[in-house]
């Protein structure tokens, strides 16, 4: 049975429309409230959220949801989302929510759940959240006795910020070091400066004045070149880009060249297993990670397992094969040493950690591996199924055995927005542009007809 609310990454759409209404959202924090509710102990949650304006909506009708089911709330305010999942298990909460549509304009907003013990629930657990949707709402309702408070908690920055600076070696300090760091305008625009600051860095900050619509905004890590102009003004030594709720970072280097997740996950990996810290005797990637990365791997001894699309199955992987190490192209870098999910300042420490012991500069460090060339488009659509119509499978299908001995095809629909994402990669640049534009016109030719 397909999902009819979640997505790769929990709910996700614009705001105010579904299903991102107050109306689900008071219904999500109803039936996500029940489903939790195991014995006869007061039950709490932990809400946090990022920076955009239907933050306010969104997290006052899961208060009412939540409280409705008889459950307890903690307001943590905008804080990254890292930091709910290792709030969620600090509070001995139920459940921990995250509001934010991580790296999507303003206009967009979601909600991300943790169940106890940090980690984002599993696909049959969704099932059941939207099985209980669906149900009489006034079956759900609480006792009048017994029905939950809220209250905002003070001093969940400092705890995070203590937390992140913890995962740094003991050895290492950030003293001489000029970071420049571009916050999005999101979650992280307060705590992630404070803690390169304690750390002993010097710090340069962009993107941490939010005003609820410049969330991503021409900023962060999915528009690294304002940090690239900041860094060549500062004469930094290294940008660190977050995106809206702080769980992804890319890195710009002192020419401002930017350096995507996977080659920070190489460093991490490599640097990890010099030191005999590297679990699993690889790393876990997705499908849309470099070749060049496996072939990296390869080349040192480990591999390189892959998954679908989504942190989410990242962490699957890595729990079910004891890795400790994985992460996804686009910046979402998951060390389980440290952290159940994604966390861009823990991950950019790492990397710091790494370019202070070498004493060489970022562009050296950070450049494990020449990428193979990989081109990406994005195909927009209204409705329907466009990937399961004939002309775009027999497409589909001449462009894999054209590739099948020099490199790979990934086509997928995204799982937070309205695309198909179509991806190739390959020694020969020109023959996969070739190919990516071919199955775009296809597809787009099938979509127009549609």
Known sequence: MSKRYFGTDGIRGQSNMAPMTPDIAMRVGL????????????????????????????ENAMVAGFTAAGVDVFLLGPIPTPAVAMLTRSLRADIGVMISASHNPYQDNGI???????????????????????????LQLARSEAIGRAKRVDGVHDRYIEFAKRTMPKDITLSGMRVAIDCANGAGYKVAPAALWELGAEVVTIGNEPNG????????????????RKVHEVRADIGIALDGDADRVLIVDENGAIVDGDQLMALIAESWAADNLLRGNGIVATIMSNLGLERFLGDKGLNLARTQVGDRYVVEHMRAHDYNVGGEQSGHIVLSDFATTGDGLVAALQVLACVQRMGRPVSEVCRRFEPVPQVLKNVRYSGGKPLEDKRVRQAIGDAESELSKTGRLVIRASGTEPLIRVMAEGDDRAQIEGIVDNLVTVISDVRNAA
């Open 213 to 228: 619509t410049n969330i991503n905004l021409n900023c962060g890590s999915t528009h690294p070149v304002a940090l690239a």
């Open 31 to 58: 039936a996500v409230g029940n489903l939790f509710k195991r014995g006869e102990h007061r039950h709490r949650v932990v809400i946090g959220k990022d920076t955009r304006l239907s933050g306010y909506m969104i």
């Open 112 to 138: 991300k759940l943790f169940g106890p013990d940090g980690f984002k629930l599993s696909d049959e657990i969704e099932m059941r959240i939207e099985a209980l949707l669906d149900e009489d709402i006034h």
